[in-house]
């Protein structure tokens, strides 16, 4: 399992990358550059929620062990 919230969170971070290239900084709200925001704002959202499960199943570890 650990390997596996290793992969998808590199998988987010590479689709904030590749929606960071879509952005037209000049006009963030229009056309595709919303489109790359909406991305940008998702897969941020996946890394913090994979890495909350990261750390929840850390600490259930250390509760079993106990």
Known sequence: ???F???LIVIAVGLMAF???LL???NPFEG???VA???IAAAFCAV???LIFKMSKKI????KNQ
């Not at 259930?60 to 509760?63: A, G, R, T, Y």
């Open 24 to 26: 037209d900084f000049q």
């Open 19 to 21: 929606n960071i290239t």
């Open 60 to 63: 259930e570890e250390k509760l």
């Open 37 to 39: 925001l909406v991305g």
């Open 48 to 50: 913090l929620i994979l």
């Open 5 to 7: 919230t290793t992969i």
């Open 1 to 3: 399992m650990k390997i």
């Open 32 to 34: 595709d550059s919303l």
